[in-house]
């Protein structure tokens, strides 16, 4: 499995890419933008923050739920709490495992 890049690579690949389109963005700015794009999807995640092509951040209520201690086999009771799920966009699943027949 290859190595996952990191923010500093995601940057020049970005820059790169952005200067092959004729755009001239130094490496500074897009990380500008990227910790901007984070503090904002930081701050609307409560109604739901879109990634245009990547998918979506929402907020979820989770239910209370019955569960079992896996130590002792003891049931327990999982209380109701929020929780931040990413769902995938339809064209960054086609893109990345194929699209289905």
Known sequence: MAKAMTKS???NTMVDMLGKAGH???KKAVGAFFEAQA???YKQ???QFVFPGIG????V???ARKGRNP???EEIQIPAKKVVKFRVAKAAKDAILGAKK
């Open 24 to 26: 001239t963005l130094s």
């Open 56 to 59: 979506k951040l929402v907020l």
């Open 61 to 63: 209520q989770r239910k």
């Open 45 to 47: 995640a409560k109604n």
């Open 9 to 11: 690579e995601v940057a």
């Open 71 to 73: 130590a002792t086999g």
């Open 39 to 41: 503090e904002l999807a």
